[in-house]
C-alpha cells in the first residue's frame, strides 16, 4: 500500500541552527501539506502546496520556514532559525485532491526537539 | 471561524459500544473528518461525512447533523488496539479547494479488559 515517507525520524538540535524535515508524498498525489503537533495539543495546518507553489499558509508559517519541491519525489520544509517553540512532531501529508473533501493521507512523523 | 469540541478522555469496556461526539462551528461547511491517532504516531483516515445521517464502516460509524452542528462516530464491539485518540476535523480552504484541515483537540480513548 503506497504511503508517505519522512525523515529523520526524529532531530535534536540547538536553538538557532537549520533544520531540513524531508517527506516523499505518495507517488500520484499532486497536493502536499505540513502539519505539527506540539505535544499534548492539536494538530494544526502550517502550509498546503501545489503546482510547485504554496497554496495556503497558516499564521505559524512565518518567515523562518519554507517548503521546497526540489525534485519530483521529494519534499521539504525547512526551519530557519529554529527556537524553542518549534519543538513538535511535524507531519507530512499528501492528497490525490485538492478538493475539501478529499482524503489527506499522512507520513508517520519527524520529532524535532530544540534545545 | 472555526470552532470544534469534543471531550477530552473516555473510558470503555473491551466489546463495548462508545460514542464520541463532536460540535463545530464553521463559516461555511465543507464535511466533517473523523481521523484516529496512536499515541506517537500519524492520524489515519476513518470516515468523512458531508450529508446528514449515518454512515457505517465496518465496527466504526460516523453521524451527522448540519443544522445541528454535530457529529458522532460510533465504535462497536470495541478491542483494546481502539485505544487512541480520535480527531474530528473540519477543512477550511479557499474557495477552489486545498485541503486546510481544522482539528478538534482529539478525544483519548482508554479501553480497558
Known amino acids: 500500500e503506497p504511503e508517505v515517507t519522512q525523515t529523520p525520524s526524529h532531530q535534536v538540535t540547538q536553538m538557532g541552527q537549520e533544520v531540513i524535515l524531508r517527506c516523499v508524498p505518495i507517488s500520484n498525489h499532486l497536493y502536499f501539506y505540513w502539519y505539527r503537533q506540539i505535544l499534548g495539543q492539536k494538530v494544526e495546518f502550517l502550509v498546503s502546496f501545489y503546482n510547485n507553489e504554496i497554496s495556503e499558509k497558516s499564521e505559524i508559517f512565518d518567515d523562518q520556514f519554507s517548503v521546497e519541491r526540489p525534485d519530483g519525489s521529494n519534499f521539504t520544509l525547512k526551519i530557519r532559525s529554529t527556537k524553542l517553540e518549534d519543538s513538535a512532531m511535524y507531519f507530512c501529508a499528501s492528497s490525490e485532491s485538492g478538493r475539501n473533501t478529499g482524503e489527506l493521507f499522512f507520513g508517520e512523523g519527524s520529532r524535532l526537539t530544540v534545545l | 471561524g472555526q470552532n470544534i469540541d469534543q471531550p477530552t478522555e473516555m473510558t470503555a469496556t473491551e466489546g463495548a459500544i462508545v460514542q464520541i461526539n463532536c460540535t463545530y462551528q464553521t463559516s461555511g461547511f465543507n464535511g466533517l473528518f473523523w481521523y484516529q491517532q496512536h499515541a506517537g504516531e500519524a492520524p489515519t483516515f476513518l470516515s468523512y461525512?458531508?450529508?446528514?445521517g449515518l454512515e457505517e464502516k465496518g465496527r466504526f460509524s460516523s453521524f451527522l447533523s448540519r443544522s445541528k452542528g454535530y457529529s458522532y462516530l460510533l465504535l462497536k464491539e470495541l478491542q483494546m488496539k481502539d485505544s487512541a485518540s480520535y480527531l474530528c476535523?473540519?477543512?477550511?480552504?479557499?474557495?477552489?479547494?486545498?485541503?486546510?484541515?481544522?482539528f478538534g483537540a482529539g478525544t483519548r480513548l482508554a479501553v480497558h479488559p
Open positions: 476535523a473540519v477543512p477550511k480552504g479557499l474557495s477552489g479547494g486545498y485541503n486546510k484541515l481544522i
Open positions: 461525512n458531508v450529508l446528514d
